[in-house]
């Protein structure tokens, strides 16, 4: 296990370490409740820059430091004009375009408006029994244009993202497990373990088969059915024909865990 400052030091700071194959990424700005600024969404983009550069990481947590996931942009900031936005990656460096490997969000306390978007780009979520979920955004003057709209109504029932999404109110993270939201639901303090254990578990399988399997989900709700079936099928092929996908058979043939080479 290695400790690596993405942004040393400050309020503005975005720590990482590495456990196993699993990169974990902390948002370290208690103080602020974990909002995101300029600098801290520009880290978090280095981050999953360097996930989906080294071969030697297969998956990612993101988590908030001090107790809480993260409650969105820093207002603050905001008024004087520093946006929490990196290009086309949209909110905190990351929401509008994710990295190409899979990434477990694991939330304690609140993830609240860009916190809750950071979240939902994630690919599965773990949460404590009692942290907050919510989009309050309407109660600044502001509309959840991270995509904690666009993916709240792909992923639960329109009524309930209708209630999170007009009333501003945060929701308990029981309720979201109920309509399928959340992954896991865990006692305070066990979301990171948690998450740590399904990113570990992720990473045993093989990386091609993982990233690809991980694109063709992201990409479904974007493709209609025929045009699917054709896009699946690109990703597919070369996966089939790697070398990981002979080795997989292999090692069940032979009764052995197998040794993924990435190829």
């Known amino acids: 296990m290695s400790a690596d400052p993405c942004v040393p030091g400050g309020e503005e700071g975005v720590r990482l370490r590495v456990d196993g194959r699993v990169l974990v990424v902390t948002i370290d700005r208690p103080r602020v409740r974990n909002a ?31 107790g809480g996931f ?61 942290a907050r979920l919510g989009l309050p955004e309407v109660r600044r003057g502001l509309v959840a244009a991270g995509g904690g709209l666009l993916r709240l109504a792909q992923r639960i029932p329109y009524h309930v993202a209708a209630e999170i999404a007009l009333t501003g109110e945060p929701v308990s993270a029981r309720r979201l497990h109920e309509v399928g939201l ?16 399904l990113a570990a578990t992720i990473v045993r399988g093989a990386p091609l088969a993982v990233n690809g399997s991980k694109a063709v989900l992201s990409g479904a709700a974007d493709w209609g059915l025929s ?24 090692a069940f043939a032979e009764r052995r865990a197998p040794v993924w080479t990435g190829r």
């Not at 990351?94 to 304690?108: L, M, N």
């Open 36 to 66: 995101v600024d300029g600098a801290t969404a520009r880290a978090l983009a280095a981050a999953f820059d360097r996930l989906d550069a080294d071969p030697a990481l297969g998956a990612a947590v993101l988590t908030g430091a001090g």
């Open 70 to 130: 993260s409650a969105g942009m820093d207002l603050r900031a905001f008024a004087e004009g520093d946006l929490p936005f990196v290009g086309q990656r949209g909110f905190g460096g990351f929401a509008q375009s994710p990295p190409r490997k899979p990434v477990v969000a694991a939330v304690e306390g609140y993830a609240l408006a860009g916190g809750l978007e950071m979240a939902l780009a994630c690919d599965l979520i773990v949460a404590a029994e009692d």
């Open 182 to 197: 959340l992954n896991r639901l865990v006692a305070p303090g066990r979301a990171l373990p948690v998450a740590l254990d």
């Open 227 to 250: 045009d699917g079936w054709s896009r699946q099928q690109e990703i597919a092929d070369p996966i089939i024909a790697s070398q990981d996908a002979q080795e997989g058979a292999r």
